[in-house]
């Protein structure tokens, strides 16, 4: 797994296809929480919502860009919401 201490706040977030998934906010112990700002509205149609996912996730820290081992499609389906 990725030393998590190399991810900082405001990184950018890509799927392994290369498609931009999130931003950082923060490490939050083995989960990367993303900004509010780059999350959809929930179903219920109420403001957006803090999404994390697991760091097991991370393929590798490259400059300002955290790369997933998944694509950014499948990454959001393991998603964990709150608000």
């Known amino acids: 797994m990725t030393d998590l201490s190399q991810i900082k706040e405001h990184m950018n977030i890509v799927g392994a296809d290369g498609v931009h998934l999130g931003t950082v906010d923060h490490v ?17 149609g ?28 499948n990454a959001a389906d393991l998603f964990e919401t709150t608000e």
Not at 59 to 66: I, R, W
């Open 28 to 44: 939050d112990g083995n989960r990367i929480k993303l900004t509010k700002a780059d999350s959809p509205q929930g179903p219920d």
């Open 46 to 73: 109420k403001g957006a919502k803090h999404h994390y996912f697991d760091g097991g996730l991370i393929a590798e820290v490259e400059g300002d860009t955290v790369r997933l081992s998944a694509t950014a499609a």
